[in-house]
């Protein structure tokens, strides 16, 4: 994982993010970074008591885009839920660099 990790300072990285629920409806949200040379799963968080809107996806979104590296990472994948679309826009205002 470590070789992996230092690749994205040579050729960025993309961050991918999707909410389920597992077997016993609990609520987790998943965070993967994907280069050419590999994905690593990095992190779930259980969101089961929390209400997915719009400002708590964005303040996961930013939190682990800082922790990966914002000059490593040049784009978020989510699914299409509105709530996602509502925070792409906002990342992208707030980092113009994402896309």
């Not at 230092?6 to 609520?27: A, F, M, Q, V």
């Not at 040049?74 to 906002?90: C, E, L, P, R, W």
Request: hydrophobic share 40%; glycine share 6%; aromatic share 12%.
């Amino acid at each position: 994982m470590a070789d992996i990790e230092e690749s994205w300072k040579l050729s960025g990285c993309t961050i991918l993010s999707d909410g389920w629920s597992n077997s016993k409806s609990r609520s987790l949200i998943n965070f993967l970074v994907y280069s050419k040379y590999g994905t690593i799963f990095k992190k779930f968080i259980d969101a089961s008591d929390k209400e997915k809107d719009a400002k708590l996806l964005c303040d996961l979104l930013d939190q682990f885009v800082r922790e990966v590296g914002l000059k490593h990472v040049f784009q978020v994948i989510t699914d299409n839920a509105s709530s996602y679309v509502v925070v792409g826009s906002k990342l992208m205002n707030m980092y113009p660099s994402l896309y």
